[in-house]
């Protein structure tokens, strides 16, 4: 199936590293990373089974740690938010057999609705392109209209029909 | 019990086959297998028919085997009606690159519109 991408690129972000302030006034900072699993094994160990999204984060410790294992064999790209020590949101872009980039982004509860998600979506997105990613897509389900809306707000486009999960594409690089 | 596999050679659906054949071998059930058109899948009908066939050599089990033409979910749903199957079965679902669990538009129709119990196989 071929997969239909907006004419428009999405943005353009800025590339990590930068901080921000969010709406709580909490300094976060987002950086690329490509050193290891263990912040992120820190983050999803505390993250609410309840903000799982079809059926990722896994729930248990050994799955989480196979789960992001198969993401770094996947040479994913990684994009993380920190509030000092502490990684608090984690975005990644993971290449499929197409040349395309499927992306997913994860922020911790007490992080939520504060402008981190756009942040964090925002320096992803401008590391993919500085990598010179072309085309992202990603799956929502239809019912989560907080992370539709940022989606949407970041330049993510609608591709399908009416099944129960929404997909959505972006182009980073304008056509060749 | 008596079982109506639905399947269309998607990875998830040839998963529902072992899984289904298996559960069938050891809770006695009386399984049909009922191969439908998915213009998604790598496998033809007939392709998968023989799929079929050789899994239940394997097995030992005896089931029948039925191709359905036309639209998938609404044919799979009236067999289960006429032949007053208790349970339908199919595959649960493929997993994008990043591990995300993605419903065939198959299951999403007849999860939406069986009157019959419906099992996705994980």
């Known amino acids: ?176 | 019990m008596k079982t109506l596999l639905g399947i269309g050679g998607s990875e998830d659906s040839l998963r529902a086959l072992e899984e289904a054949v298996t559960r069938a071998k050891e809770a006695g059930d009386d399984l049909t297998i009922a191969i439908v058109e998915n213009p998604d899948a790598s496998l033809s009908q007939s392709e998968v028919e023989t799929r079929a066939g050789e899994v239940l050599s394997e097995t030992g089990v005896e089931a029948d085997i039925r191709t359905l033409t036309g639209h998938p979910g609404s044919q799979l749903l009236e067999l289960a009606e006429r032949g007053s199957y208790d349970r339908i079965v199919l595959g649960g679902g493929e997993t994008s690159p990043l591990g995300k669990v993605q419903l065939g538009s198959i299951a999403e129709f007849v999860l939406l519109n069986a009157r019959t119990t419906v099992t996705l196989i994980r």
């Open chain 1, 1 to 176: 199936m071929t997969r239909e991408y907006p004419d428009d690129v999405a943005g353009p972000y800025e590339a990590p590293p930068y901080e921000f302030e969010d709406r709580e006034g909490r300094l976060i900072e987002v950086e690329r990373h490509d050193a290891g699993i263990e912040p992120l094994m820190e983050m999803y160990c505390a993250f609410d089974p309840e903000d799982r999204a079809q059926g990722i984060p896994p729930t248990n410790e050994e799955q989480i740690r196979t789960w992001l294992e198969t993401l770094v064999e996947a040479d994913a790209l990684n994009v993380i938010a920190w509030h000092g020590e502490d990684p608090i949101g984690h975005a990644m872009l993971v290449p499929d057999d197409d040349g395309s980039f499927e992306l997913a982004i994860f922020v911790l509860k007490e992080y939520q609705n504060a402008g981190i998600g756009t942040g964090l979506i925002e320096g992803l997105l401008g590391a993919g392109r500085e990598d010179g990613v072309e085309r992202v897509w990603l799956s929502v389900e239809r019912w989560n209209k907080p992370a539709t809306a940022l989606y949407r707000k970041v330049g993510f486009r609608p591709t399908d029909d009416g099944s129960f999960e929404l997909e959505m594409s972006a182009r980073l690089t304008p056509e060749a």
